[in-house]
């Protein structure tokens, strides 16, 4: 799986749009961009994934670039709640690939009042 | 709907014992994967299972072994406890071998 480098921290008014950026420069044609987010001492929660379209759900927005090398996690209207580490993860998406996630050190996402 | 279930929440064991982690995945999801998270960093990877047969296996010693029942439920095992294996162990369920992961609460071990 292709490694990908974030931020390891990030500060955002509550309210705003938190806009958090991942790079995977080495990323390959058939892998996906997952996020997922930690919220202190719970089990990591799935938020979206994209192969090169945008993607959006009611948690968030996934823009891609058109080369596929980087992409931004779009948090609308940030909260309190949002505060977590937030983990960029590449991997392939076929059922010889299996689930493994390979986790690097995220993004520390804190939402300020 | 509940989620995926995990107990116990919490244990201490001492170095040397045995201890089984157990794992209950979200109705009728089939893969059950197992992750180590030490404090200050991510989860990694122990192992994979789907219908029942392993499907991938992280880079952690033969004192780690699991398994996955007819019910798609799961257990972690380690033997042989060492100080370093203190963690929240993590599980996660998908509906498929490869769709996308949702994680249990955790169980953390305290090996003293």
């Known amino acids: 799986d292709a490694k990908t480098t974030q931020p390891p921290s990030m500060d955002c008014a509550e309210g705003r749009a938190a806009n958090l950026p991942c790079n995977h420069s080495?990323?390959?044609?058939?892998?996906?961009v997952y996020w997922y987010r930690q919220i202190h001492s719970q089990g990591p929660q799935y938020i979206i994934h994209?192969?090169?379209n945008n993607e959006t759900n009611e948690m968030a927005s996934l823009i891609i670039t058109e080369d596929r090398k980087s992409s931004t996690l779009i948090l609308p209207h940030a909260t309190l709640r949002d505060t977590a580490v937030y983990y960029c993860?590449?991997?392939?998406?076929?059922?010889?690939?299996?689930?493994?996630?390979?986790f690097g050190e995220g993004t520390q996402l804190t939402v300020n009042p | 709907d509940a989620g995926v279930t995990q107990s116990p929440t919490h244990l201490i064991k001492t170095r040397g014992q045995q201890v089984t982690l157990r794992c209950s995945p979200i109705s009728g999801h089939k893969s059950v994967s197992w992750y180590q998270q030490v404090l200050g960093q991510g989860p990694q990877f122990i192992f994979q299972y789907y219908e029942k047969e392993e499907r991938g296996r992280g880079n952690f010693p033969d004192r780690f072994s699991a398994r996955q029942f007819p019910n798609y439920s799961s257990e972690l095992n380690v033997n042989a406890l060492l100080l370093g294996d203190s963690a929240l162990y993590l599980c996660?369920?998908?509906?498929?071998?490869?769709?996308?992961?949702?994680f249990g609460p955790g169980t953390r071990l305290t090996v003293t």
């Open positions: 993860i590449v991997r392939v998406d076929e059922e010889t690939s299996g689930s493994r996630l390979t």
């Open positions: 080495t990323i390959s044609g058939n892998e996906y």
């Open positions: 994209g192969l090169k």
């Open positions: 996660a369920s998908s509906f498929q071998n490869h769709y996308e992961q949702y």
